[in-house]
């Protein structure tokens, strides 16, 4: 369970990007946000996935206190949390299949076991073919995918995801809602996913959250997008 | 206990990657290295052995006191000999018969008093007599010359304490080179190898936000920069083992005279050798755990 306890942030420069946000997201909920650009959302991801500490408030998932955690047990913590960047964030120097790997590495899975799980995960993306690439040789699209192969590999409980979709032509973008809804559905993982798209968002309804200058301005269990 | 073996296969299998993937940077990390590396060799050399000659010219200098000619009994030299070893500053005293004395003349003068020999030889019984501080020299051998039944006592001259002066100048001045240098080697390395890795804190940074944990990330770091300056002391080590047992050679183990002799060639080797390769794998290490640890605290 994702809980955010009136979380306000302000960056040094004086911005308000996070106003007394509170959100309770139950396990195994797939949720959109959405908002202008500069609303907030990627703060909301930092904050959730510990890269920022918020000024105020509580950001508690599954029982941990992100905020409160030493510096070094972040990366303990992020072990359960699956995150999508919105800027990828790849390791240059290393290859698509190990780029996913290497979230496995970390854990001390043995060698034959993250084969597999990689040569799932690129089947899962679509980039069988591409294993052998370098970051640098891909399209926006396709890192993208990797991204998300990335965030996925080890079954995180958690996936927070800035805009998966940013980058990929609508039909792509079909593809990566039917496989984040997959996962949601085979593995009960929370999603939490910042979206531009408001075709993906009307079409597939789920709860919305809208952020508008670091306020909750709407959150609809209904379902769809609605105008504030 | 399986996963920390795993764990450490994949730290030394990214150290390995590291360098392999970022090739050139590693080279030229290796080649900074090399140069200063090379220079600290040669400046260990040279100091080494000033070190080396001030030592010899000293520890050779000695006080000849030649005994008046009627100075022949057991009793008499031995009084003699105990009053100079009475001397504040005297270290050693030894004893040198008027044949040994006729010896060493032969020796510096020629063949041709050799006629002198037996009963004919007309020098008398010495000592040489050598001191403690050699500055001192001048002082000790005039209280000697004191001393009733010493005919006359000589030392180099002037020209002896003159040049002791000058190398303990050199050795001190040496001493202050080889530490700025030594100093300015390691800020070097130090920068070079924080330089290789300030191209790679976007990575550092990465890892960490996949999970990676300061330790894995940290070790092949380390790894890398142990390897880097062993690689950088590979060149400046042959080039002393090769070059040092060449000069050894053409200058025939010494410089002008045996005064100054050299230092064998695998004493050299082996101590020079020693601590450039220490230097380099230690600030290799140092360095690049010092700067991964600062790259990761740049994001939590
Ligand atoms: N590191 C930073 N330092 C200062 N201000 C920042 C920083 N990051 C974001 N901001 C500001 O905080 C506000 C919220 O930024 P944020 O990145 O959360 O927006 P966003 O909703 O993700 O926008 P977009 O849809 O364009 O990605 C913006 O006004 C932005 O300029
Ligand atoms: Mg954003």
Known sequence: ?228 | MKEKLNLALYELKYAFIGIKRHLLLCLSAISAITISLFLMAAFLVVGIHVDHFATNVQSDLSIHVILDQDIVEDDQINAIEEQIQALSNVDSVEFSDKENELELMIDEKGDAFSIYKGEENPLSNAFFVYVQNEKQIQNTSKQIEEIEGVSSSAYGGSSVTQLINLLDMVRKVGYGVILLLLVLSIYLIFNTIRTTIFSRQEEIIIMRQVGGTNAFIKRPFEVQGVLIGLFGSLLPVAALYFGYAKLYEVLEGQLFSNLFSLIEPNQIVLQVGLIITLIGLLIGGFASFWAVTKYLKVKR
């Open chain 1, 1 to 228: 369970m994702i809980e955010i306890l009136d979380v306000s942030k302000a960056y040094p420069n004086g911005v308000h990007a996070l106003n007394h946000v509170k959100l309770k997201i139950d396990d195994g909920e797939f949720v959109y946000v959405i908002g202008a650009t500069g609303s907030g959302k990627s703060t909301l991801i930092k904050i959730l996935n510990g890269e920022i500490v918020p000024d105020e408030g509580l950001v508690i998932v599954n029982g941990t206190d992100v905020g409160a955690l030493k510096h070094r047990k972040v990366p303990y913590y992020r072990r359960n949390i699956g995150c999508v960047f919105q800027d990828y964030r790849l390791l240059p120097t290393l290859t698509v299949f190990e780029n996913i790997a290497f979230a496995l590495e970390v854990l001390g899975m043995s060698k034959k076991e993250i084969r597999k799980r990689v040569r799932d995960v690129l089947e899962l993306v679509d980039l069988k073919d591409k294993e052998r690439c370098y970051p640098n040789e891909l399209s926006g699209g396709q890192q993208q995918r990797v991204t998300i192969g990335r965030a996925i590999a080890n079954r995180p409980q958690v996936l927070i995801a800035d805009e998966p979709t940013g980058n990929l032509d609508p039909e792509k973008s079909l593809e990566i809602i039917k496989l984040l809804e997959k996962i949601n559905e085979t593995f009960n993982t929370t999603i939490l996913m910042v979206t531009h798209d408001i075709v993906l968002v009307e079409k597939f309804k789920k709860r919305t959250i809208t952020l508008d200058h670091g306020y909750v301005v709407h959150d609809s269990f209904k379902g769809g997008y609605k105008s504030v």
